[in-house]
């Protein structure tokens, strides 16, 4: 589907500007709604917060509401654009909050560059909200901030570029790794690119089973080897491994998965030729992968292929996690997202993809035929029962770790979810079930 420029711009620009909005949730008809709603009635509901900070989450809104937040110093494939003109991406993200999870969002753009200062001003902002989505922050700074913050908050942390590409692109390595009949333990794995995304991808692996010393980080230096000094960070230097190879192409020889985080074209036919049977390839750069889908299965029919974008099989695509995993962590209240949240958030992905399609989808999609396989080892960010097994298994981690402060009936609040997204039908963001 071919958007032009002109179409983009009509998009954002229509109506009311933007693609944001607020809309109150309690009456406002008459003098005494005015007086419960502000002075003097609202007076109450802040002594009951004084009393008990708890209690923010039951008169307040922040129980569904998230900060989105940049400082536009890496948007997308545009790189630093400055905080304003991140504007659109975050409240994009904003859209996609609201319309797959039901969670409300403030985008915040920050005009500040210094990790202190940005961390300052986000963690003076936190009372507002129930967690924080950092997003677009160049690497290293977004680790150093991430790691600031949730070492400071009390809500839920997340950089989205790191872990809701992990949690995707951890869900479609399960399953194509049973469809390759290999073990997590036992492949060798490359991965192109080591910034945000891909450093922590590396890291969510290591969760899901893969000795560290079995992945290969190569950038724009080259491979990440145990001794090298020039362009390496501490977030690299964690995954510098004893290797004789030098090259992206020395390091692909018999390698079982590829993951590419970087830039189009740099994997050729050849390259894929010499990895090892039934190859796993995941080419995510956008808005043109490290080799085409028709490329690499030309050079290996036998390939297992997904990339970043939505004309090919097998998208890997956030959608499929943050939406979730906030909404998970909000319903129990959660103090933070731990490891065992997002690999939770890994598996019912990936256990989703197994299920029977419903009609509905494939309709949305224009397919005729979906089922586990090859070209479907993921789900479609469109079919709302993600959000029913997606977000109740982050639930049920939260509550394992120790994290959540609300318990749930897990089947009770599967029900819920199920009721949530069809109501969301309504205004046509997702297929239905």
């Known amino acids: 589907m071919e958007i032009t420029r002109e179409d983009a711009l009509e998009y954002h620009a229509r109506g009311r500007p933007g693609k944001l909005a607020i809309a109150i949730t309690k009456p406002c008809a008459g003098q005494r709604d005015l007086s419960l709603a502000y002075t003097p009635g609202v007076a109450e509901a802040v002594r009951e917060i004084q009393r008990d900070p708890e209690a923010a989450y039951r008169y307040t809104a922040r129980g569904n509401l998230v900060a989105v937040v940049s400082n536009g110093t890496a948007v997308l494939g545009l790189g630093q654009t400055g905080a304003l003109a991140a504007k659109p991406v975050m409240e994009g993200k904003a859209l996609l909050f609201k319309a797959f999870a039901d969670v409300d969002v403030f985008d915040l753009e920050i005009d500040a560059t210094d990790p202190d200062e940005v961390v300052r001003i986000v963690r003076a902002l936190a009372p507002t909200f129930g967690g924080i989505n950092l997003e677009d922050i160049k ?251 997606v977000a109740p298994a982050v639930a049920e981690a939260a509550m394992v770790d120790g994290v959540a402060r609300r318990p749930l009936d897990l089947q009770a609040y599967r029900q819920e979810l199920v009721a949530r997204a069809h109501r969301r039908l309504a205004g046509g963001a997702l297929a239905a079930d």
């Open 139 to 389: 690497a290293p700074d977004c680790f150093l901030i991430e790691e600031r913050l949730r070492a400071i908050l009390d809500i839920p942390v997340f950089h989205d570029d790191q872990h809701g590409t992990a949690i995707v692109t951890g869900a479609a390595l399960l399953n194509a790794l049973e469809l390759a009949d290999k073990a997590v333990h036992g492949v060798r794995t490359v991965i192109s690119g080591a910034g945000a995304s891909a450093i922590a991808t590396a890291a969510f692996f290591v969760e899901l089973g893969m000795p560290r010393e079995h992945i290969t980080l190569v950038d724009t230096t080259g491979v990440v080897y145990a001794g090298r000094t020039a362009n390496m960070n501490p977030y690299k230097a964690r995954f510098a491994v004893e290797t004789r190879a030098r090259t992206l192409a020395e390091a692909l020889e018999g390698a079982d998965v590829f993951v590419g985080l970087s830039v189009g074209g740099i994997v050729s036919p050849e390259m894929v030729r010499r990895m090892a049977p039934r190859p796993i390839l995941f080419a995510m750069a956008n808005p043109d992968p490290e080799i085409t889908y028709a490329d690499a299965r030309a050079a290996r029919p036998d390939v297992l292929m997904a990339t970043g974008r939505s004309d090919d099989p097998n998208q890997v695509n956030n959608v499929l996690a943050f939406p979730f995993v906030f909404r998970g962590a909000l319903d129990v209240r959660a103090r933070a997202i731990t490891e065992r949240m997002k690999v939770a958030a890994a598996r019912a992905l990936a256990a989703l993809a197994k299920e029977d399609v419903p009609p509905a989808v494939r309709e949305a999609y224009g397919l005729t035929h979906l089922a586990f396989g090859p070209d479907s080892f993921l789900p479609k960010p469109l079919a709302p029962r993600v959000l029913a097994w």
